[in-house]
């Protein structure tokens, strides 16, 4: 059974980096493909980006800020937004995307709060 | 990439269908049987409940189906339940140019 699980500081300050983790069990990191989608309070769901074979596939909005890696050793993803806003405030998922046959998510995290306050 | 266009709201009573358009464009909805619907229930994670525009997971009760025509796909919820009181989104993929997903602006069901 695929579980994830985020981490990450609940609390970032304006114009810092955002990290957070997605612990991932029960699939392979390598043989998957990884999707970050976050959500605003009371918001709807906004896609991030994708880790897919090495590679980060970003939403244009967030292009020269996000970046997405793993470690495999750690079963570890990883996701760094820098020089938040408040608007970057939201809960963020980490999700199995089923990229390239289906193109779903099908099994998601429960969700880290990030507020973006000074 | 703008948000795929779903109405705020639907409502229906116990035992009656109801259905949640999702309009998007010629460069999503249109040109890929790539459409995925989530369910979300408040404070939780979405759950997948159907995928590739009509393909129910293993689990997901045979009440929900989907389509597509066009731009718009569609969800269908027979025989609403009260526990189908959550929100609902669709997603499509967005083009082999960008790769990306794009949402829909998700709709509120109420069974009244």
């Known amino acids: 059974q695929v579980q994830l699980q985020e981490s990450g500081p609940g609390l970032v300050t304006p114009s810092d980096t955002l990290s957070l983790t997605c612990t991932v069990s029960?699939?392979?990191?390598?043989?998957?493909?990884w999707s970050w989608v976050r959500q605003p309070a009371g918001g709807g769901l906004e896609w991030v980006g994708r880790f897919y074979r090495g590679r980060t596939y970003k939403n244009v909005s967030l292009l020269s800020r996000l970046t997405m890696s793993l470690d495999t050793s750690k079963r570890q993803l990883y996701l760094r937004l820098s020089s938040v806003t408040a608007a970057d405030t939201a809960v963020y998922f980490c999700?199995?995307?089923?990229?390239?046959?289906?193109?779903?998510?099908?099994?998601w995290g429960q969700g880290a709060r990030v507020t973006v306050s000074p | 990439q703008s948000a795929l266009t779903q109405p705020a709201s639907v409502s229906g009573s116990p035992g009656q269908s109801i259905t949640i358009p999702c309009t998007g464009t010629?460069?999503?909805?249109?040109?890929?049987?790539?459409v995925s619907w989530y369910q979300q229930y408040p404070g939780k994670a979405p759950t997948l409940i159907i995928s590739?525009?009509?393909r129910r997971p293993s689990g997901v009760s045979d009440r929900f189906s989907g389509s597509k025509s066009g731009n718009t796909a569609s969800l269908t919820i027979s025989a609403l339940q009260a526990e189908d009181e959550a929100n609902y989104y669709c997603?499509?993929?967005?083009?082999?140019?960008?790769?990306?997903?794009?949402f829909g602006s998700g709709t509120s069901v109420a069974v009244l």
């Open positions: 010629n460069s999503d909805v249109g040109s890929f049987n790539l």
């Open positions: 999700a199995r995307d089923i990229y390239g046959s289906g193109s779903y998510l099908d099994v």
């Open positions: 029960g699939a392979s990191l390598t043989g998957s493909s």
């Open positions: 997603c499509s993929y967005a083009g082999h140019q960008t790769l990306a997903y794009v």
């Open positions: 590739e525009v009509s």
